[in-house]
């Protein structure tokens, strides 16, 4: 399984950015998917997940500006990310967890397969 993340970019603070995280060489539909975050000196954070069925979860930091969804026809899972802030900046990875639920995604030991990383650069 491959997956791969795009959309990262510069904007501006107070901007939107999409991300999407599009998987090949199998279907992850039944699993739950993660974005994670990691800026330069910092540890690795998930700021959201979904179940295999919609069930989304998001990191204080990001409640109520990024909203994660799935298309299961395409294969994709997005993060849509508004009202960005300098803080936001940091290379944003798409994981796949081992189970389909919601309280498993939350376990960075439950991802088995990560993307390469986009870079998202939010200035002041």
């Known amino acids: 399984v491959q997956l791969q993340a795009s959309g990262g970019g510069l904007v501006q603070a107070g901007g939107s950015l999409g991300l999407s995280c599009t998987a090949s060489g199998s279907t992850f539909n039944i699993n739950a998917i993660g974005w994670y975050r990691q800026a330069p000196g910092q540890e690795r954070e998930l700021v959201a997940s979904?179940?295999?069925?919609?069930?989304?979860k998001y990191a204080d930091s990001v409640k109520g500006r990024f909203a994660i969804s799935r298309d299961t026809a395409e294969n994709t899972v997005y993060l849509q990310m508004n009202s960005l802030k300098p803080e936001d900046t940091a290379r944003y990875y798409c994981?796949?967890?081992?189970?389909?639920?919601?309280?498993?995604?939350?376990?960075?030991?439950?991802?088995?397969?990560w993307g390469q990383g986009t870079l998202v650069t939010v200035s002041s």
């Open positions: 994981a796949r967890n081992t189970s389909p639920f919601i309280e498993r995604a939350t376990m960075t030991r439950d991802y088995d397969y």
């Open positions: 979904i179940s295999s069925d919609g069930i989304t």
